[in-house]
């Protein structure tokens, strides 16, 4: 595997090249979702334990340890994150980590954890007690950093606290309000930010998504998720949320509810955020973001609401999506929210 930079990426990969002077044990890549973060971090880490990195930081691609990185079994790399990714990748037939096999052999009855947990935060001290291969680097990929559970926040914290010598952590993160204060005040914070509008679209196009604009004004402008999106074919969940947003009720509420029932909670929270941010904008500026198609009906639902109101919503939306990745019943979760979403337009 030698990653390729992103086109909206070379910048900042030569801003990170004047880390490496005075390396810092940690560095928390932050950023909007569906930027490419986590193949930026992984391609410094990959740099970080070649043999021949090139002038420009990056890694040659051709020596023993770019070999190692490739099929992701370097002794001195380690890759902590949920249960969930692991199984997903290793269903698509793309996770060659050691112990891939077994996990395909035979898959648990227990649904795999969104967390990362604290069994995975201490099977990191072998790792890190023992000598690394050629005295070089030991580097720990983290991601996404969210995912921490408090014990596993805990166990870190104390890592980061009194860092083993060599040892590099590159932590990934969309949220940084969702991340303990103590770990951000022990990493050093490297923004990663939305490339221009023109130049992700041009990229969207180049890999052949149609309608691509769209998709990438309904993904805020990260280019990856609106290629995800787009590649996928299947917008027919948010189209039918968008079609409740622009007409809310109280029967089409439940009616919504029970239909979606079965679309991740958080990524219906993420709609609603979204249309909230474009009711809010056009209201006061007459600008849409996410969702241009709906312009018509965004200003007429904006008209008829007001400022504190939606301030309210906006703030009630943020709340929950803290909770909306482990809802006590998805059902429930999503009629409450879209019941207080049409109590905004009480003459509906």
């Known amino acids: 595997m030698n990653i390729d930079l992103f086109p909206w990426q070379e910048s900042s990969w030569r801003q990170l090249q004047s880390l490496r002077a005075r390396l810092p044990h940690a560095i928390l ?3 909007p979702a569906g930027i490419g973060k986590t193949l930026f971090a992984e391609r410094f880490a990959q740099s970080l334990l070649c ?100 014990a596993a926040a805990n166990a ?36 990663l930010t939305l ?3 023109d130049q ?14 769209s998709w990438l004004a309904e993904q805020g402008g990260a280019p990856l998720a609106a290629q995800e999106l787009g590649q996928s074919g299947n917008r027919e969940a948010m189209e039918e949320f968008l079609a409740y947003l622009a007409r809310p009720g109280v029967d089409a509420a439940l009616k919504t509810a029970e239909r979606l029932q079965k679309t991740p909670p958080a990524q219906q929270v993420e709609w609603l955020q979204r249309w909230l941010y474009d009711l809010f904008s056009v209201k006061l500026s007459g600008k849409i973001r996410y969702y241009p198609r709906y312009k018509k009906e965004l200003a007429a639902l904006g008209a008829q609401v007001g400022v504190p109101a939606l301030l309210q919503a906006l703030k009630a939306a943020g709340e929950r999506r803290a909770i909306a990745e482990h809802p006590l019943s998805p059902k429930l979760f999503i009629e409450d929210m879209l019941l207080d979403y049409s109590r905004l337009y009480s003459s509906y």
């Open 195 to 197: 490339p221009p509008f």
């Open 156 to 191: 870190l914290l104390k890592t980061l606290e009194e860092p083993p010598p060599e040892t590099v952590f590159l932590l990934i993160s969309n949220s940084l309000d969702r991340l303990l204060p103590t770990i951000l005040s022990r990493c050093r914070k490297f923004a």
């Open 29 to 31: 890549f932050h950023g």
């Open 51 to 150: 043999q021949a990195p090139d002038a420009a930081g990056q890694a040659c691609g051709q020596c023993a340890s770019c070999g190692w990185f490739s099929q992701y079994n370097h002794p001195d790399y380690r890759r902590v994150r949920p249960e969930v990714l692991e199984e997903a990748e290793g269903a698509a037939g793309e996770d060659e980590e050691e112990g891939g096999d077994a996990k395909k052999g035979g898959k648990s009855a227990k649904a795999p954890s969104k967390d990362i947990r604290i069994d995975q935060i201490r099977a990191l001290a072998d790792f890190m007690n023992i000598s690394t291969h050629r005295q070089g680097k030991r580097v720990v990929l983290l991601y996404p950093a969210e995912a921490l559970n408090s």
């Open 200 to 213: 992700a679209l041009a990229w969207l196009k180049a890999q052949g998504v149609d309608d691509a604009d």
